[in-house]
């Protein structure tokens, strides 16, 4: 192989060789903007062989809708003697599909110092363009989200947060307010921002979660919070993206509520009692024990009956809400349904303390209720199990209870009764 010496000059050969074998499309126009020189490339770029492009303009290859754009740009270049840096426009394809170019070109000048065509390189930005396109849509859907979408660096410093997390935080617009944001702010801690103890967790974490706003509140959301990483598994950044949750928490706790409470009396009802007489009987503590007080009022029916069903729910309404106000705060008081109610009283060491407390219920019937300026006069029947004695078992504890309370109805009402043998 021969070398040059200091003082040689590359051949034209060399500089061909080399154009020939670069990864852009090279080429050169003369005065008419029709093709002179094309180095083989263009048959990657546009499918066409380099001689097929000799003679014919390059107008005749852009989109036809661009010509007129492009043809303004080149000429004015032309007529200043300017270079084209970084011009845009697409091609077509011999396949017919869309090339997307971008070109850099100087001008060729004459003895009279005349542009009388260009040099230069064009690349294929296809590629590019449709991930910038891409790019741009998802930042356009994102911007547009009404969700709170955030991300930071390794440090845990903001590097991006939308309008509407910005809104939700009462972040300010301009890049320069998102350096004092933590990302602890929008994590709320549930990913340490420490390096190490990052790259020991998932990378992604899915869940509920609560971050404040603005206004200091206390927000419920579903939230997604990602670990990015490099190859070396260390954080590269962290992302998130998390949705206000607080109206359906609020319709799950109406819906709880209705499953477990009655809408008549606003007290807890018969599924609720069961799952608290449960977790009563499921105590790790084997020597507890409680009483179930089975109450019902004596000659409801007749308030049906005389008065009509209105009246008779203003007068549950009335005696669920005077039995409210009498019995502790932890006894659990509900309504079993129609004119029965269950009172579990816990913390009674002795029958004369389980006596005591009913005859205490049964005397808040002693004044008569007042409705529409009428008196009417209520009594109630009590009949008291007491748990593991009279029954180990829902049902059985019950059943004793209720049996007990309709023998004291035949015996005269208004009064209580204790169950005298184990039901279990």
Same mark, same amino acid.
């Given at each position: ?36 020189y094309?180095n ?20 005749s290859?852009?989109?036809?809708n ?14 200043n ?12 394809h ?14 060729i ?23 910038q ?8 859907i ?6 709170l ?21 009462g ?6 307010e ?12 549930i990913?340490d ?20 706003n ?6 419920p ?10 190859n ?33 009396t ?8 069961? *799952?608290? !007489?449960?977790? @009563? &009987?499921?105590?790790? #503590? %084997? ?7 089975f ?30 106000g ?23 060491n002795?029958?004369?303390?389980v ?11 002693n004044?008569?209720?007042r ?20 029954? *180990?078992? !829902?049902?059985? @504890? &019950?059943?004793?209870? #209720? %049996? ?7 015996q ?7 169950t ?5």
């Amino acid at each position: 192989m021969n070398s040059m010496k200091d003082n040689d000059t590359p051949s034209n050969d060399f500089f061909r060789l080399l154009v020939e074998h670069v990864n852009d499309w090279i080429w050169q126009i003369n005065e008419q903007w029709e093709f002179t020189y094309s180095n083989s490339i263009v048959e990657e770029t546009l499918g066409y062989s380099a001689n097929e492009l000799l003679g014919k303009s390059m107008f005749s290859f852009i989109k036809i809708n661009e010509v007129e754009s492009v043809q303004a740009i080149v000429l004015s270049a032309m007529e200043n003697n300017s270079s084209l840096q970084n011009l845009d426009f697409t091609m077509i394809h011999r396949n017919g599909h869309e090339v997307f170019i971008e070109t850099n070109a100087n001008p060729i000048i004459d003895n009279q110092n005349n542009t009388i065509g260009y040099r230069g390189i064009n690349r294929d930005i296809t590629l590019w363009k449709k991930n910038q396109d891409r790019q741009q849509q998802l930042l356009d859907i994102i911007e547009a989200s009404p969700d709170l979408i955030a991300t930071a660096d390794s440090f845990g410093n903001t590097t991006y947060l939308n309008p509407s997390a910005r809104a939700f935080l009462g972040i300010p617009d301009g890049i320069e307010e998102l350096h004092s944001v933590n990302a602890q702010l929008w994590t709320n801690k549930i990913v340490d921002i420490n390096e190490n103890e990052l790259s020991a967790e998932k990378s992604i974490w899915r869940g509920e979660n609560i971050l404040s706003n603005s206004m200091g509140k206390e927000i419920p959301v579903s939230q997604i919070i990602v670990t990015h990483k490099a190859n070396n598994q260390n954080i590269h950044f962290l992302s998130t993206i998390a949705r206000d949750i607080s109206e359906r928490k609020a319709y799950e706790k109406i819906i709880k509520r209705q499953a477990l409470y009655d809408t008549l009396t606003e007290l807890p009802n018969r599924r609720h009692l069961y *799952k608290t !007489i449960s977790r @009563l &009987m499921d105590s790790k #503590d %084997k020597g507890k024990t409680f009483a179930l007080l089975f109450i019902d009022i004596d000659d409801f029916k007749q308030i049906n009956d005389t008065l009509g069903h209105k009246y008779g729910d203003r007068a549950l309404k009335l005696i669920a809400a005077r039995m409210k106000g009498s019995v502790r705060e932890n006894d659990f008081l509900c309504r079993l349904g129609g004119d029965e109610f269950i009172l579990l009283v816990e913390g009674m060491n002795t029958k004369q303390e389980v006596e005591d407390y009913a005859k205490r219920l049964i005397s808040i019937f002693n004044h008569p209720l007042r409705m529409d300026n009428k008196l009417h006069s209520i009594t109630c029947s009590i009949g008291i199990s007491i748990y593991p004695d009279h029954g *180990k078992d !829902i049902e059985t @504890l &019950m059943q004793n209870a #209720d %049996k007990i309370m309709y023998h004291m109805k035949k015996q005269g009402k208004n009064g209580f009764q204790i169950t005298q043998t184990n039901g279990g």
